[in-house]
C-alpha cells in the first residue's frame, strides 16, 4: 500500500517535471529526505525543529523497543505520524537479516511492520536494513512483508554516485550519503545536497540517529539540525524539497 501524496506535493512534483519518468537526468530535481534510525526518545524534537520549517522526517523504528528506557513511546509515534511525518520499519529488535535464515528474517521484518501497523494510522511501506546489511534473501522478504522500498547505509560517494536515482535504481536497496556522526558538520551535510545538485539531481537520504549534544557517536546537535532545516526550507524555491521516503517513492 503506498501512501498518498497530498495535492501539494503532487504539484510539486509535476511542476518540477518527477512524475515517474525513468533515472534522475541533467533537469531532475534534487530531493532530500530526512530520516531518523532506531526509534531514539531524543528524536521526538525533531518534529518541533523541522515543523518550524514546515519540513517533515521518516522515522524507521524497531518496534520491539518502544516504550522501552532510551525509546519514544507508542503515543508519540502517532503523533509524529499525525504531524505529517512519516513512520517507517527496521525490525523488532534492530535485526542484521543478512546474517537471519528465511523464517527468522521473516518474523523480525513482517513481525515489526504487524506490531507497527497495529498502533498507527497508515500501514509502513518504507523500510531500512539495521547496519545497513542486506543480501538478496532479506530485500526478497522486505518485498513479500509488504514494503515498497529498502534503504541501506552507503552508496552515494560523491564520486561514482552523487544522489540516488529516482526511480531508485534498487528500490530495495536504496543509496545514501555516509551517515552523519558527531563530528560531521553541517556544511557537510549540506554538501552532500549540493553535490547532488551540481550533478544532475537525484534523491538524497539523510541518515541520523541520536539528536542530542554529544550524547552518542552518531549524534546530531538540536541547535545543527534546526541549522540545516533552515538551509534546506528555502531551497525548494530552486528545485530542491524535502520529501519522506514514502513521498518519494510513490511517485516513482
Not at 518534529?47 to 520549517?53: D, E, K, P, T, V
Request: with cysteine.
Amino acid at each position: 500500500m503506498k501512501r498518498v501524496l497530498t495535492t501539494a506535493v503532487a504539484l510539486t512534483f509535476l511542476a518540477l517535471g518527477l512524475t515517474g519518468a525513468p533515472a534522475a537526468h541533467a533537469t531532475s530535481p534534487t530531493v532530500v529526505t530526512i530520516g531518523f534510525d532506531d526509534g531514539y526518545a531524543d528524536q521526538y524534537q525533531v518534529m518541533a525543529i523541522l515543523g518550524a520549517y514546515g519540513l517533515h522526517a521518516t522515522f524507521y523504528i524497531n518496534s520491539g523497543f518502544i516504550n522501552t528506557a532510551d525509546h519514544l513511546r507508542w503515543r508519540q509515534v502517532r503523533r509524529l505520524e499525525l504531524g505529517g511525518n512519516e513512520i517507517a520499519g527496521h525490525t523488532t529488535y534492530h535485526s542484521n537479516v543478512k546474517k537471519l535464515k528465511l523464517a527468522p528474517a521473516t518474523e523480525a521484518i513482517c513481525g515489526d511492520r504487524d506490531a507497527i501497523t497495529a498502533k498507527i494510522v497508515t500501514p509502513p511501506v518504507s523500510f531500512a536494513y539495521p547496519f545497513g546489511s542486506f543480501n538478496d534473501r532479506a530485500k526478497g522478504v522486505v518485498a513479500s512483508c509488504g514494503y515498497t522500498s529498502g534503504r541501506g547505509v552507503s552508496g552515494v560517494d560523491d564520486r561514482k554516485a552523487f544522489a540516488e536515482t529516482i526511480p531508485p535504481l534498487d528500490p530495495f536497496a536504496t543509496r545514501t550519503p555516509p551517515n552523519p556522526k558527531q563530528g560531521t558538520t553541517v556544511a557537510t551535510i549540506e554538501s552532500y545536497v549540493t553535490a547532488a545538485e551540481d550533478n544532475g539531481g537525484g534523491w538524497v537520504q539523510l541518515v541520523f540517529h541520536h539528536v542530542c549534544d554529544q550524547c552518542d557517536a552518531y549524534s546530531i546537535t538540536p541547535a545543527n539540525l534546526d541549522e540545516l532545516a533552515a538551509w534546506l526550507a528555502p531551497r525548494a524555491a530552486n528545485g530542491t524539497v524535502v520529501m519522506t521516503t514514502a513521498q518519494v517513492m510513490a511517485s516513482a
